[in-house]
């Protein structure tokens, strides 16, 4: 078994009370409950919109649309 250092604990301490850290650990957990390809494609889409990636509302009407059709294309929904 590998030693682990003080300072490691301290770091991987610090890194658990990160939000990213916490965003990750909510997304392992739930894709740990098998959700479809669709369910993870609307978390993206979701995740993105709340960034404000799409730039407008428009936009990300744009890109939900495309989504859904890709899925129906994919066969997935």
Not at 31 to 49: G, M, N, Y
């Amino acid at each position: 078994m590998r030693k682990v250092t003080i300072e490691e604990i301290r770091r991987e301490q610090k890194i658990r009370r990160r939000r990213s850290y916490a965003q990750f650990k909510e997304l392992i957990e739930w894709l740990q409950t098998s959700p479809s390809i669709a369910e993870v494609a609307e978390l993206f889409w979701k995740e993105l919109d709340r960034r404000h990636a799409f730039g407008s509302i428009q936009n990300a009407i744009c890109a939900k649309e495309s989504m859904k059709l890709a899925l129906e294309d994919a066969g997935v929904v």
